[in-house]
C-alpha cells in the first residue's frame, strides 16, 4: 500500500503512477586534439509528476484521514500555512468526528494555498507491506504546475489534478563570527542557519482519540519524524495499534 502525502495532506486516493526524474547537469566541452569530454557536475534539482484523483463520492478505497487537517484547520483559518501551523500539533486528534468525507474542493483549495503561499512543504510516499515500511520519499519542494481536469466520461464527478513539483534546496546568506581561543588564536566560525518550514515539532503527543503511532508522527511533525524510532522509544511494537491515551516520547 502506498501512502502520498502533500505537507500535511494525504491524498485520499495514491496515484496508479508516478514520475521522478532526476536532471543531470554534466557538460559537454570540445578539446582540442582530443575529441569530445564530459565535465561531471552535481545532479540538478528533482521533478516529480503524478495525477492526483480527488473523488466526490464516498468510496470504500479511498482514505480520508486528511480530513482531521481540515477539522483541525477550520478553528485557526483556511488557509495553507495556518493548516500546516503548531495549532495542529498541539491540538493533535483533539476533535470529534475529524475522519470524515472531504470534497475534491477540499484538496484543490490546499493546492492553491500551497501555489499563493509560496512556500516549500513536505512530500512523502510512504510504500507499505503489511506492517513493514519497504522505503519512503521525503524532500522539500515546491508546486510548480497543476491543473483541474473535469472528465465526466471517464471520472464522473471526481476531479483529477495532474501535479508537477520541483525539489527545493534552502539557500540564503551566511554570516560568520570571529572567535579566539584561551592561546590568543583567531579562528572563524561560519553560523549554520538553517530554515524551518512547515510545523513545529512537539517533544510529547498527548493522543486523546483514536490514532496509531504513525498518524500521530504524520501529524506531529509534517513527516520528519521516523516512526520506528519513536515505537522504540515507547515500547510499541505495532505501527498500527490504537494509542489513545497515551503520551508519546517524540
Known sequence: MYYFFLGMMQLPVPPAKMTV???????????????????????????????????????????????????????????????????????????????????????????????????????????????????????????????????????????????KLKQYRPFGTKTARMETDENGNKRLIVNDSRPSYGIEQPTVADVTRNATVWEVCRLASGGKLNFSDVMKSNAITNPLANVAGKKLRL
Open 21 to 163: 526524474k532526476i536532471k543531470g547537469k554534466n557538460k559537454t566541452i570540445e578539446l582540442v586534439n582530443e575529441g569530445e569530454a564530459n565535465l561531471i557536475k552535481d545532479a540538478g534539482l528533482t521533478e516529480i509528476s503524478f495525477d492526483a484523483r480527488f473523488p466526490n463520492a464516498r468510496y470504500p478505497w479511498a482514505n480520508y484521514d486528511s480530513s482531521l487537517i481540515g477539522s483541525l484547520g477550520q478553528s485557526v483559518g483556511n488557509s495553507f500555512l495556518k493548516m500546516a501551523g503548531n495549532r495542529i500539533a498541539q491540538s493533535i486528534l483533539g476533535v470529534e468526528d475529524a475522519f470524515t468525507f472531504q470534497g475534491s474542493s477540499f484538496y484543490t483549495d490546499i493546492l492553491e494555498g500551497m501555489k499563493t503561499s509560496r512556500q516549500p512543504f513536505r512530500f512523502i510516499v510512504s510504500r507499505m507491506s503489511g506492517y513493514n515500511l519497504l522505503f519512503s520519499t521525503n524532500m522539500l519542494v515546491t508546486l510548480e504546475d497543476y491543473s483541474i481536469v473535469e472528465d465526466a466520461e471517464r471520472d464522473g464527478t471526481d476531479v483529477t489534478c495532474p501535479l
